[in-house]
């Protein structure tokens, strides 16, 4: 019996992703006719695909975030049926991401002062991993501290005091 090595995906692998989930982006903008620019970055061991268009565009009937989340889910699954692995990439489309933050931030201010008004700790509503560890750092932030709890679609972010 032989031990399988999982090797740690490099840049390149990332920037690929980029790639391809850029490539799946524009076609869609495409059919839909819509206007967008598509940049891609690596950042935090994964790809980030960002959509942005000047003022005026109709790009905004994208950047909505639940159809950011199912747009991201589509291009994942896009990407892994190219690369034959998981991916992790990470899609922005209008700003969404900036915005999404914006409204983490706000969620973690209101927990931190129920829990400076006594409560014991503050629960969170579910969260993707990648929603949890920008308010795992907000927590940080702040001072205080965070662990993600719960299974699946129920895992969370539980604040309590650092």
């Known amino acids: 019996m032989t031990d399988v090595q999982h090797e740690q995906p490099t840049a390149d692998a990332f920037a690929d992703e980029g790639e391809i989930a850029a490539d799946y982006i524009e076609e869609l903008l495409d059919i839909c006719d819509i206007d967008g620019d598509i940049d891609i970055d690596v950042t935090d061991q994964r790809a980030m695909v960002s959509v942005t268009a000047t003022e005026g565009s109709n790009l905004s009937v994208l950047s909505k975030p639940e159809v950011v989340s199912a747009l991201q889910e589509l291009v994942r699954l896009a990407v892994q049926s190219k690369t034959g692995a998981f991916s992790r990439m990470i899609l922005d489309i209008g700003g969404s991401r900036d915005q999404r933050k914006a409204e983490l931030s706000r969620l973690v201010s209101r927990a931190v002062e129920r829990i400076e008004a006594g409560s014991p700790d503050a629960s969170l509503p579910p969260m993707s ?34």
Do not use: M, N, P
Not at 147 to 152: N, T
């Open 129 to 162: 991993s990648y929603e949890r560890k920008i308010v795992h750092d907000l927590v940080a932030e702040r001072g205080f501290h965070s662990e993600s709890s719960g299974e699946g679609k129920d895992r969370h972010t539980v604040i309590t005091r650092g």
